[in-house]
């Protein structure tokens, strides 16, 4: 049986950015009237839009994807459109990979040129590889080689993404100097090079939180601007961002609506942002923070497979006995250690707080 040559089609688990908001970015390019970089889908005005959300002139709604500071994501866009690359640097679950998907999508209506960065990735995965059938058939030579996502988005003028850079080994990461700063890629082994042409660009991604990782040289570190993604500043912004994303997965999963969940989706970002902060958000009370992050993305998969239990086993409301087992599982992550600072924290605020009573027992009861 032969694979269909792309079968990701409308049905799949996770569609591409790309094919998930085809109509925003089909309206956004009709209604852009500003000039596009070479090979751009739309110019840096319409990419931003993209990303921060709006409504055209023509009624269309683009829905925000990334919640945060405009010029967070201007400065990020603009990069992109000069020769500088672009690394985005955070926390972890501060959206670092979910707007590099959005940013090459919007740029160059392809997001899928990615390189996955681990401990394990070889040059290969960044240069190119090799057929080894042709190469014994045929010898070297341009039919025999494998491009790398990054060969392709230069050969074609897109944007490649490098997730996780700093995770890769430092003298594989040195690789991407000479594509950075030559905009070339040599193939020494047939005595050609692939330049980049215009449209090219790349963005990596890093954890700044990552223990044991590798880091950047200083040669790579200057090739790229670095736009830092900060946690939500607010609870309100960051409900606002877990009960969008809430929805939308949901409606991809086919699970009830949260607004009803509004109360709970507030209940597990306070809970996460207190623990996180290590001071309660009256600043009255100091809590222990817990080993693990307690991210915006945590609090998102909470919530969801919140919901995913009042649809299957509840009345379809998120209540408190939904998200508790959650929240326990995100929160102690050393059985040992964060296990007491989670009892402690049930205890002295928990318990304490108006409102919170059915929730405070949802939680001892997955607690005991
Ligand atoms: N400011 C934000 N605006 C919109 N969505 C956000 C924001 N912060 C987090 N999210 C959501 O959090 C989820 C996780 O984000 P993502 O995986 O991109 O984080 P990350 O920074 O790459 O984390 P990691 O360091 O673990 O790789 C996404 O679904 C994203 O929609
Ligand atoms: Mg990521």
């Known amino acids: 049986m032969t694979m269909p040559e792309n079968d990701r089609g409308a049905d799949a688990l996770r569609p591409h950015a790309e094919d998930a908001f085809a109509e925003e970015l089909k309206a956004l390019a009709a209604a852009d009237d500003r000039p596009r970089p070479a090979r751009w889908n739309l110019s840096p005005w319409a990419v931003a839009t993209y990303l921060l959300g709006g409504t055209l002139a023509d009624g269309t709604v683009i829905t925000p994807k990334y919640v945060g500071p405009r010029r967070i994501v201007e400065v990020a866009v603009t990069t992109l459109a000069t020769d500088r690359a672009l690394l985005l640097l955070g926390v972890p679950g501060t959206a670092k990979t979910w707007v590099s998907e959005h940013l090459a999508a919007a740029v160059s209506g392809d997001s899928t040129l990615l390189v996955q960065g681990t401990a394990g990735t070889p040059e290969e995965a960044i240069r190119y590889g090799w057929n080894y059938a042709r190469l014994l058939a045929h010898g070297p030579g341009r039919e025999a080689l494998v491009p790398s996502p990054v060969m392709r988005a230069m050969a074609e003028g897109r944007v490649a993404r490098v997730e996780e850079l700093t995770r890769i080994p430092a003298d594989v990461q040195d690789t991407l100097i000479t594509v950075l700063s030559e905009k070339t890629l040599p193939i020494p082994e047939l005595g050609q090079e692939v330049q980049a042409v215009r449209g090219f660009n790349l963005i990596a991604t890093a954890n700044d939180r990552d223990r044991g990782v590798n880091e950047l040289s200083s040669a790579l570190r200057r090739r790229f601007n670095t736009v830092v993604l900060p946690l939500p500043a607010t609870a309100d912004a960051e409900v606002d961002i877990v009960a969008r994303r809430v929805d939308q997965m949901g409606r991809a999963l086919d699970l009830p609506a949260a607004p009803e969940g509004l109360e709970e989706i507030r209940r597990v970002v306070t809970v996460f942002r207190e623990l996180r902060d290590g001071i309660t958000a009256d600043g009255r009370t100091k809590v222990k923070s ?79």
Do not use: M, N
């Not at 326990?328 to 989670?342: E, I, K, Q």
């Open 290 to 368: 817990p080993s693990g992050t307690l991210s915006t993305a945590e609090a998102i998969s909470v919530v969801t497979g919140g919901l995913a239990l009042a649809a299957h086993f509840g009345d379809g409301v998120l209540r408190p006995s939904d998200v508790a087992a959650g929240i326990l599982g995100a929160v102690v992550r050393d059985p040992a250690a964060d296990r007491v600072v989670w009892q402690e924290y049930l205890e002295a605020v928990v318990r304490e707080r108006d409102g919170w009573k059915d929730f405070y027992r949802a939680c001892r009861e997955v607690t005991a």
